[in-house]
């Protein structure tokens, strides 16, 4: 079977540690080439592969079938549609686009096309997520009456790259942290009935939201979504109270970790978190307290699905309504921090 040709449109640390290994080692995909602006750097890594001097290169080689979107928000959307419209299938980073609107008129055209979209939210096959999701499934927590995700970090410092900082409509932690925690409270909960947010700047000369906590309201459940780059002693990562009992975990993936290092996601023990979860509840009459050993990620699994879909003509791994999902639950985010109320939500 014919391999994938796939072309990334950058190879900052996106493209060098969650695209290429998987792409490169993957059977059914071919890594083709990057758009490199300036440094030059993929073939140091893949000698094979072309470095495109621009985007029109790509576009236009009809040899090319998937290309990997992973530049910065802001210019999602116009990559994304030409590509689209040169006859591609894309992966886009998170967040999907910086509107509700640009998103759905990417689905749009792609239908036009005829062509497939795929959103990377890659945290779906985070080791917590994955752990976190089969307790609930599972249901030793019973009925879920609350629950809260985090994703915070320590940055008291400004960016060292200017632009990260400025205040467009791509940048901020509500669209950087954001999707990765929405997607997954999506994913376990469905679409909520409301929405509640206060968005904030905290840190010393940033122009940038850098703080965020969301509530979203479910017949009965509530679940909460926060992230911070002024927490240097993180929470739990994952903190959930059912009605038989609750579940707590830190956020301790160590994927992206080990890709960062270096490290070949084929390697032995690939995605395996030493560090467990706490299960409090009650089986079978009894009640228990004990560790749970946490499930390995595997971000291998997106691009498996992703084969398969354009392949075999299977279910995109993230669908373009899911990206549009979470695109609309951080619009309504940012009006429920502006005006200080409760929305209800509506669903595309």
Not at 205 to 217: P, R
Not at 281 to 287: A, F, P, R
Request: proline share 5%; with cysteine; glycine share 6%.
């Amino acid at each position: 079977m014919p391999k994938i040709k796939t072309v990334l449109l950058s190879y900052g640390m996106s493209g060098r540690v969650f695209h290429a290994p998987f792409l490169s080692l993957h059977p059914g995909f071919e890594l083709v080439g990057c758009w490199e602006r300036s440094k030059k750097l993929i073939q140091e890594t893949y000698p094979n592969v072309k470095s495109y001097d621009t985007l029109e290169e790509i576009l236009t080689d009809n040899t090319i079938d998937l290309v990997i979107v992973n530049t910065p928000i802001d210019t999602h959307f116009e990559f994304s549609k030409k590509a689209l419209l040169a006859g591609k299938n894309i992966v886009v980073e998170k967040a999907f686009t910086t509107t509700v609107a640009e998103a759905v008129e990417l689905k749009s055209i792609a239908e036009r096309q005829n062509k497939k979209i795929t959103v990377f939210h890659n945290r779906r096959w985070d080791s917590d997520f994955m752990t976190f999701k089969k307790i609930i499934n599972e249901g030793w927590l019973g009925a879920i009456n609350e629950a809260e995700i985090h994703f915070d970090r320590y940055k008291p410092a400004l960016s060292t790259k200017p632009h990260k900082e400025l205040p467009t409509p791509g940048n901020g932690a509500l669209k950087d942290l954001g999707p990765h925690i929405i997607d997954q409270a999506l994913v376990l909960f469905g679409w909520p009935e409301k929405i509640f947010a206060d968005i904030r700047i905290t840190r010393k000369d940033s122009l940038i939201d850098d703080w965020f906590d969301i509530v979203l309201f479910y017949p009965t459940t509530r679940v909460r979504l926060k992230a911070g780059y002024l927490v240097r002693e993180p929470l739990p990562a994952y903190i959930f109270h059912g009605a038989k009992g609750s579940f707590i975990k830190n956020r301790s993936d160590v994927q992206e970790t080990d890709l960062t290092a270096g490290k070949n996601p084929g390697d032995n023990n690939w995605g395996f978190d030493k560090d467990n979860g706490l299960l409090h509840t009650e089986i079978n009459g009894e009640v228990i307290r004990k560790t749970i050993e946490t499930l390995p990620g595997n971000y291998f699994d997106f691009y498996e699905a992703l084969s398969q879909s354009l392949t075999e003509n299977k279910p995109m791994p993230v669908s373009a309504d899911d990206g549009i999902a979470v695109m609309q639950i951080i619009e309504s985010a940012v009006a429920s921090s502006h005006n200080g109320e409760t929305i209800s939500l509506h669903k595309i």
